[in-house]
């Protein structure tokens, strides 16, 4: 079992840019989340996906937009990368309905110069 | 809404018992977790207690749950070199069926030989 993948690793963009991230949940899982991690800081909720539909959505702009496929896996797109983008980025999954196993991928490290 | 606090930094010497402690709000939250973070990783999922349970035990591992304090805590027994890393509290929260994790700020936990 591969657990959560994440796609890249890091990357470096500059301000203004695009970016796709990638996310493959653990398998038997159908519920991805994503997460902005900044240095020094607790993971914040960026937005949930189940059933190819956003559940919910945390406390970031429109600039932050999501996709989920049939097969489960997710992707986090940022446009407009603003300096303050810089951040782990967390992708989550777990099995619908909960049953407590919440697990993480290593994250995509993203650098806005 | 939800907040959960967290000490910042924890220094134990290495056969010593740690005992890392965390407070949250959302009364409702079904699932309390415990992460770990190492240098430049993602989050591993070290143990989550459900809401009905006091305790729970796993391995060098034990998770005390007080629900009237809205208190929980990790201990690790026998804390080796290797458990120096970053642990977060998460309290999770429900908004129909989706869910989203909120985060402590960390704590990190120094193991000295």
């Known amino acids: 079992d591969a657990g959560v993948t994440q796609s890249p690793t890091h990357l470096i963009k500059t301000r203004g840019q695009q970016v796709t991230l990638r996310c493959s949940p653990k398998s038997g899982h159908d519920t991805v989340s994503w997460y902005q991690q900044a240095l020094g800081q607790g993971p914040q909720f960026i937005f949930q996906y189940y059933e190819e539909e956003e559940r919910q959505r945390g406390n970031f702009p429109d600039r932050f937009s999501g996709h989920q496929f049939p097969n489960y896996s997710s992707e986090l797109n940022v446009n407009a990368l603003l300096l303050g983008d810089s951040a782990l980025y967390l992708c989550?999954?777990?099995?619908?309905?909960?049953?407590?196993?919440?697990?993480f991928g290593e994250g995509s490290r993203l650098t806005v110069l | 809404g939800e907040d959960v606090e967290q000490s910042l930094f924890l220094s134990v010497r290495e056969g010593d018992s740690s005992v890392i402690n965390c407070t949250y709000t959302?009364?409702?939250?079904?699932?309390l977790y415990w992460y770990k973070q190492e240098p430049g990783a993602g989050l591993q999922l070290l143990t989550y207690i459900f809401s009905n349970m006091d305790m729970k035990q796993d391995q060098r591992l034990t998770v005390l749950l007080n629900k009237k304090d809205k208190h929980l805590s990790l201990r690790i027994a026998d804390t080796q070199t290797g458990d120096s890393a970053i642990y977060f509290c998460?309290?999770?929260?429900?908004?129909?069926?989706?869910?989203?994790?909120?985060f402590g700020t960390g704590t990190r936990l120094q193991v000295t030989l």
């Open positions: 989550a999954s777990r099995r619908a309905p909960n049953t407590g196993e919440l697990f």
């Open positions: 998460a309290e999770i929260a429900y908004t129909g069926t989706a869910s989203k994790l909120t």
């Open positions: 959302d009364s409702s939250s079904t699932y």
